[in-house]
């Protein structure tokens, strides 16, 4: 069911230092900052050849990531986003083999314009998992 992996997203301290890490230490081509209010997130896109690395700041009061940038402080891997042909009938063979489907189970649209789902850590061998239709 799922196909590439699109991109895997680092929640950051300081977004300004951490991409200009992966600018200049890393030498990658960094896009420039996206706010994106539904989500309660700032984004950095990182282009790498095969694919892609997502920084994650808060944005607003009731930021997902800031809980978990109080728990790591320094930072750390957020969450995998894996692509699907059809979020749809992804959703439903998932629930169907009892995997929780996060938030009121509806695709939103993400970061790239395209409709995302999360799939619930604690399924998942402890990793957050974003599906996005492609
Ligand atoms: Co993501």
Known sequence: MIGRLN?????????????????????????????????????VFIELPNTKI?????LGDNSPIKGFLDKNPSGGIHHMCFEVEDILAARDTLKAQGA???????????????????????????????????
């Not at 189970?105 to 492609?134: M, R, S, T, Y």
């Open 100 to 134: 929780r489907v996060l938030g009121d189970g509806e695709p939103k649209i993400g970061a790239h314009g395209k409709p995302v789902l999360f799939l619930h850590p604690k399924d998942f061998n402890g990793c957050l998992i974003e599906l996005e239709q492609v």
């Open 7 to 43: 991109h895997v997203a680092i929640a950051v301290p300081d977004l300004a230092a951490a991409a200009d890490q992966y600018r200049n230490t890393l030498g990658a081509t960094v896009r420039a900052p996206q706010d994106e209010p539904d989500h309660g997130v700032t984004v």
């Open 54 to 58: 997502e920084l994650l700041y808060p």
